[in-house]
């Protein structure tokens, strides 16, 4: 079976989340079952770019990891696109025997029995910014999917109506540690980013939930972008 693949690249550290910071290598699958407004990775979602999409063998995509990371069992992150809508079970087996770990980004709309195998599951699941309408019955079955594996959400905060929504999130999980990470509404990769809008949504993020009494979550930027801007394949 293969699984179709925008992109693998790295080493590069993981920008956003739990594991922000940590060298990893990506794995981009293609294909979305979501259209969010502001999605910074439409060259893994947009069927015009699907010519781009290679169907890959579980051992040609473990290959490749390895290649980039130079035979360095790390961590691998995959993402997408939504992942989830293939079977990347074998890869992680593969990849596991080999003595690599995975995480896995997905936004909670289907449930596969691999999460089980991961080391960390990122749930995303999508705020009214977005467009997107979010099943929590799906969402559930993932974290039911996941068992012992350790579950994180992370949500990208636009505006209010965001962060009432993500709130709403927390309050309906409050055992999943929660990550809040500013929206960034400049996602064309030819297009120069300014550190100081990145730094400006920060700060309001920091001061709409910190500063509203709301303790818990962590809240980080995108540090990939604040590092590379746009560009693809960091
Ligand atoms: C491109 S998505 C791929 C994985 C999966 N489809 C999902 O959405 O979780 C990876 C992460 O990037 C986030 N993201 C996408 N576009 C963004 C943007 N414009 N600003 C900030 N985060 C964004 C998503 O919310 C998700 O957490
Ligand atoms: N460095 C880096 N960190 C990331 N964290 C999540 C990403 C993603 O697009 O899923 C991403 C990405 O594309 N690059
Ligand atoms: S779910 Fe993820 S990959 Fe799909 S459109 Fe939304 S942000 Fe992009
Ligand atoms: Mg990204």
Known sequence: MTVRIAEIFGPTIQGEGALIGQPTVFIRAG????RCSWCDSLHAVDSRFRHEWLPMQPDQVMAKVAE??????LMVSISGGNPAIQDFGPVIALGRA???????ETQGSVA???????????????PPSSGQVTDWDAFDACI?????????MKIVIF????????????????GLPLYLQPGNPEVDPTLPVSPQALADRMLWLVNETVGKGWLTPHILPQLHVLIWGNRRGV
Request: charged letters at 25%.
């Open 31 to 34: 294909g979305c079952d979501y």
């Open 68 to 73: 980039l990371s130079g035979g360095q069992p």
């Open 98 to 104: 080999k003595g690599y770990s995975f995480a896995c």
């Open 112 to 126: 596969r029995d691999w999460f089980a195998d991961l080391a960390l599951l990122v749930l995303s699941p999508k």
């Open 144 to 152: 039911a999917a996941a068992g012992a594996a350790r579950v994180v």
């Open 159 to 174: 505006d209010q109506r965001d962060l009432d929504w993500a709130r709403d999130a927390q309050s309906r999980y409050p």
